[in-house]
């Protein structure tokens, strides 16, 4: 769980209701169904406007690595990637053939089968070098499509304001209900810029991260991979292995050691 997201969004919402309700306000004011409806089924279908349904979809599943942080233990990375360069030191390459069905991650997988086919390395890393880019093409339209949802939602939320102030001025010869019902269309603006700023952009931003971090992860086991057909020594393949872990993680490594 990624406490940092979940607090921010808590933390948020906790602030912009308690200063409304100091103002003298009350939830009531700012639920309106009507302007919700306006404002993220006008951004909905813009965005599905803009991006093919698949990613959209993909880029919903996605959502949970905002909140949850995915289970990705790189120091246990580099352990398993050391085991098997003492192995192919020990037993030859060819040995590592039987190990391939246990892999789960499917990058490492690929890599490792291409190394124990023979592949050089200066080719290895070119097919996988490809592999990864591709992905992280594809993968880069994930934090795009929240980003062109913040984009789109506080206009929608204009445009929800409009609407109702058209429907407030039809009604003027009830001049007492003319504040009240100005009041109630504005709540769609509300929606669509905190939407934005509270969720949508910040979600993306956090995915990014995710994102890039699931990258460098792939850049670690390629080059272990690489390490290993060229037969370098274990202990140097931990130390090489060990500078794309960050500051934190490294520290906390070091420590368990």
């Known amino acids: 769980m990624d ?151 506080p206009t929608i939320g204009i445009l929800g304001a409009v609407l109702g102030l058209i429907q407030v001025m039809q009604h003027l010869d009830r001049i007492e209900e003319v504040g009240k019902g100005i009041a109630v269309a504005f709540v769609a603006t509300i929606y669509g810029v905190g939407a934005a700023n509270l969720f949508f952009l910040p979600a993306a931003g956090k995915l990014r991260i995710r994102i890039q971090e699931e990258h460098r992860r792939r850049e670690m086991m390629l080059e272990g991979v690489i390490s290993i057909l060229e037969g370098i020594n274990p202990r140097m393949l931990e130390v090489k292995l060990g500078g794309f872990l960050d500051e934190v993680k490294a520290a906390a490594r070091k420590k368990a050691a």
């Open 3 to 153: 406490k940092a997201s979940i607090g921010g969004v808590l933390l948020a919402v906790v602030g912009i209701v308690a200063g409304l309700l100091l103002e003298g306000g009350n939830l009531g004011q700012i639920i309106q169904p009507t302007a919700a409806m306006i404002v993220f089924g006008g951004t909905l279908g813009a965005v599905l406007l803009q991006f093919p349904l698949t990613t959209v979809i993909e880029a919903t599943q996605r959502l949970a690595h905002v909140f949850f942080t995915p289970r990705q233990e790189s120091a246990k990375l580099i352990q398993t990637l050391v085991a098997y360069a003492n192995k192919a030191r020990r037993s030859g390459l060819v040995s590592l053939d039987g190990d391939l069905k246990t892999i789960e991650e499917p990058f490492l997988r690929q890599a490792l089968t291409l190394a124990v086919d023979g592949s050089e390395p200066a080719e290895l890393r070119k097919i996988m070098s490809l592999s990864m880019d591709a992905r992280a093409e594809g993968e880069e339209r994930l934090p795009a499509v929240f980003e062109s949802a913040g984009g789109f939602s």
